[in-house]
């Protein structure tokens, strides 16, 4: 099944908002997240983001950690860069960015199906968040976005952050830059073995369940948690 194509502004379900149909990725139909307290959650649940934007001279990206929280039923993304990654410059001009949250990921083998044609292939989820980013000039707004991220991250820092003098913290946050993204539009993804039949998801959850590695396994517990395989 082809995934639908086209544009729509964010619509507001209960107190946050999402993008009804995909604009700039392929996302058939039984893969595509409706929900967008679901979408948020995986959003803090996989904080460690990609943040990407265009230049003259192509795409610059980012690898850094989010925090992402809903105001007044809008998704706002804050973090920062450090002030010698130009990337803060090309927020400031740039009409448009793109941030990629992914999670789990794992090779799902065609031998875990009940048909003998069928196709290796691979499960993930992510979400794609776009939207205008903001620098926040004042020190008061960098100093909550660093202490945001300490709250979700390293609480037990909190005191020791709070100890330090005040010319240190000020040096500190001389050397970075601190922003916000609004989103304009979500896009999310969970290609979780949907178009397969209860019996197959089964086989596949109980193959990557086994697993050392984590990312696969976490394929396994993220179907469970979408009521995949057998109840």
Not at 105 to 115: G, I, K, N, R
Not at 184 to 212: D, G, H, P
Request: charged share 20%; aromatic share 8%.
């Amino acid at each position: 099944m082809q995934g639908r194509r086209g544009r729509l502004s964010l619509r507001k379900e209960g107190n946050l908002s999402i993008s009804g149909i995909g604009a700039d990725v392929y996302i058939p139909e039984f893969n595509r997240v409706e929900d967008p307290a679901l979408a948020l959650g995986f959003m803090k649940s996989n904080p460690f983001a990609i943040l990407i934007s265009s230049t003259p001279q192509g795409p610059f990206a980012t690898h850094l950690p989010l925090i992402s929280r809903q105001t007044a039923g809008r998704v706002i993304l804050r973090g920062h860069v450090a002030k010698a990654n130009e990337h803060w410059q090309i927020l400031e001009r740039e009409q448009e960015s793109l941030v990629i949250f992914h999670g789990p990921h794992a090779y799902v083998s065609p031998s875990l199906y009940d048909t003998r044609e069928s196709v290796p292939t691979w499960n993930y989820a992510a979400v794609h968040v776009y939207g205008q980013g903001r620098i926040l000039t004042d020190e008061a707004g960098a100093i909550q976005v660093l202490e945001e991220l300490i709250a979700q991250f390293d609480e037990s820092y909190a005191a020791q952050w709070q100890s330090l003098s005040t010319d240190y913290r000020s040096r500190m946050l001389r050397h970075i830059v601190a922003f916000e993204i609004t989103a304009s539009r979500i896009e999310a993804k969970f290609k979780l073995s949907q178009n397969r039949t209860r019996r197959e998801q089964e086989n596949v959850i109980q193959a990557l369940a086994r697993s050392q590695d984590s990312a696969v396994a976490g394929i396994a517990r993220l179907m469970r948690q979408r009521r995949l395989g057998n109840p």
